[in-house]
């Protein structure tokens, strides 16, 4: 059945006359038609912000806290719709859409927490110097279709906190659940704080180069957060830019072999692999290789890949068509230069729905595009390695700077190789943790700024001092 969803523009939900088709990836059917906005769509959702930015940025921060609680709530209420919905839009199996969604309400809840205090430079007997910080304005959210509820809400959440108001463009590929949030938070905040557009990837550069719009917030590829910073030098708009990654986990020879062999597999294949800190090389050493990729393959075997909304489904399809062709491509160029496979490689191009079965790879080299690229999908190449200095620079021989892993009981011996870890993130035996209270953000070519803790929140702002001449003769 297709439904048609509708955006929010100015605490309305609107149509358009052009629409987008919107498929589920597991059927290849289409399950939602929805605006495809372009200039003028924009220009009303933007002039809204505008306005609605006049007094939202002068309401009590305790005030703009509550409303945001309140989104919370409405998320909360209606997991239970929103996570089938998920499902069916983006390929993720029913548990993991429902982590998303109730992730999403928590993190928001948790953000709305934070707090925007004036500094105090100096309070001497002749001056009073302080810093406050003030919202940037408009701001353009752009997210992807791996974790549309999760990016969508992440930005919206601490916008609003800031007292920025926004106009957020999700993935055209996944725009469903989060249309459907903004029906249900239209009554709830005020009209023109959140505006929701819907439309094609050309959609995109014309928020970049808005003139109503201070400030982009943008996650997705290293490819186009290169575009976004072009689009967004022309008015010097501030930017943050969450952007793709290749994460090196290492485990060392002390590690349980057992014990961490399911985690291991999981940092690889949650959300079919299309996780930005997804582990995409994972380098063991040698004295536990044989044992320990024996193990993860063992672990692959019982992982049944279908549809998300199937039970017993573990990992689900490829979310669109275009990046299933991308991931074939590399485990083709893996198969055509011989690189051995401990399971998968073997993808039906003919069968319904963008399915390829888990893919392991048995130390294929350094160089191997299945290991230098972000693969995004699920698919695992595991390496070899004998020291400590040789598989810190392999790990950090990459453009990109996201995140990384660490897997040893020698906790201190863990944390001394996370330091030499070019990246923003790096866990010690765990994976893909984020806390709505600590700043998340990419080295190199993953990106600047943060989301997420105070760090995030101060994305949204900029800092204005005011001084005070204490003995000033006037
Ligand atoms: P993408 O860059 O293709 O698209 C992301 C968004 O940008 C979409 O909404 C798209 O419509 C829009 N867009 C496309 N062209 C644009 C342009 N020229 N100007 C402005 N906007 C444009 O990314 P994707 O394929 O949706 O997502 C996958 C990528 O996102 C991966 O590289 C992944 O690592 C990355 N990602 C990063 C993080 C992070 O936090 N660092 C999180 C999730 C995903």
Known sequence: MTTTYHNLIDGEMVSTSATMEVLNPATEKAIGLVPSCGAEELDRAVAAARKAFKTWSKTPIDDRRKV??????????????????????????????????YGAAGMVAAQSTLSLEDEVNEDSDTRLSRTRRVPVGVVG???????????????IAP?????CTIVLKPSPFTPLATLRIAELIKDIVPAGVVNIITG?????????????????TFTGSTATGKKIMEGASKDLKRITLELGGNDASIVLPDANVEKVAEQLFWSSFSNAGQVCIAAKRVYIHEDIYDELSAAIAEVAKGVTVGDGSQQGTGVGPIQNKKQFERVCELIQDAKDNGYKFLSGGDVDPSGTGYFVPLTILDNPPEDARIVAEEQFGPVMPLMKFSTDDEVIERANNSEYGLAGAVWTKDTDKGVAIAEQLETGTVWI???????????????????????????????????QVITVKKDAAV
């Open 141 to 155: 959210g752009i997210v992807p279709w791996n974790f549309p509820v999760m990016m969508a809400m992440q930005k």
């Open 200 to 216: 094609e990837d050309t959609l995109g550069p014309l928020i970049t180069e808005h003139e109503g719009i201070d400030k982009i």
């Open 159 to 163: 916008a609003m906190l800031s007292g």
């Open 429 to 463: 035996n765990e994976y893909m943790h984020l806390s709505p209270f600590a700043p998340f953000g990419g080295h190199k070519q993953s990106g600047f700024g943060a989301e997420y803790g105070t760090e995030g929140l101060l994305e949204f702002t900029y800092p």
């Open 68 to 101: 945001i609680q309140a989104m919370s709530g409405a998320i909360k209420e209606n997991a239970d719709e929103l996570f089938r919905l998920l499902t069916s839009e983006q390929g993720k199996p029913h548990d993991q859409a429902k982590g998303e969604i």
